[in-house]
Each structure stands twice: as C-alpha cells, then as structure tokens.
C-alpha cells in the first residue's frame, strides 16, 4: 500500500491551513473590520447605507439597493409569510442587520438591527 498520496494530500491542506495565518498576523485590518469604518469606493458607510435603505423600505427600489450595498454579504434566515405572499428575511453579518426582502415586487418591507429570523406579521405586510 502507497503511503505517498495520502501524505501529499495532508500535506497540501496543511499549507493551506498555515498559508492563511501570517496573511492575518501582518494585516488583521484585511479580515476583520468595524461595520462603521467600511466604506465602498462611493465613500458611503454602512451605517449610511442601513439608513438610506430603511428611509426607502416598501418603496420601488429598494431591493436593488439592497444588493448594489450588499451584494454576496446577506445570509438567508427564513422564509415567512408578508409582502406579496412570502418575504425571505436576510441578515448582513458586518452590519448585525437582518432585512426582509419580497422578491414579489423587489423591494425591502423590514429592517431591524440584530439576526432576526422571524418578523412581526404588521411589520412585513
């Protein structure tokens, strides 16, 4: 039985491992960083970007905005009943927001600080 496949194999993932360690130990502003400090290319924070999405909530629009700000950055919590029949609620990590989204008619019916995984029905109708 060859034995040099599987150290290869251990081998590689360890590097994997290790490659990533002094990638955080030199710059930990890389992997990590404040939710108020973030600030895309436009220079809008994201605090900014919670608040412009909450002042146009309900309205045309706003799913786009939704995803023009956090684009790859929304987690799926749950799916319930609101908007056009079903709203799916979305949580941003970073940001500690949770947004819940009609895909119906594109736009953003709830947000709320914190992972909320379940609205209040007057909230998301």
């Known amino acids: 039985m060859k034995i040099t496949p599987l150290l ?3 081998a590689l993932a360890s590097l994997v491992i290790v490659w990533d360690a002094p990638i955080k130990a030199i710059n930990p ?3 990590t960083a404040s939710a108020q400090s973030m600030q895309d290319t436009m220079g809008i924070s994201t ?3 919670i608040a412009e999405i909450t002042k146009n909530k ?3 629009g706003s799913g786009d905005q939704l995803r023009k700000y956090f684009l790859g950055d929304l987690e799926p919590l749950a799916v319930q009943p609101g908007g056009a029949g079903m709203v799916v609620n979305l949580y941003n990590k ?3 927001t949770t947004f819940s989204y009609c895909a119906t008619y594109d736009v953003v019916v709830a947000v709320k600080s914190g992972r909320v995984p379940k609205f209040a029905a007057a909230e998301v109708k």
């Open 8 to 10: 290869t194999s251990v």
């Open 94 to 96: 970073a940001s500690n």
């Open 29 to 31: 502003a890389l992997v």
């Open 47 to 49: 605090q900014q970007k």
């Open 58 to 60: 309900g309205q045309k």
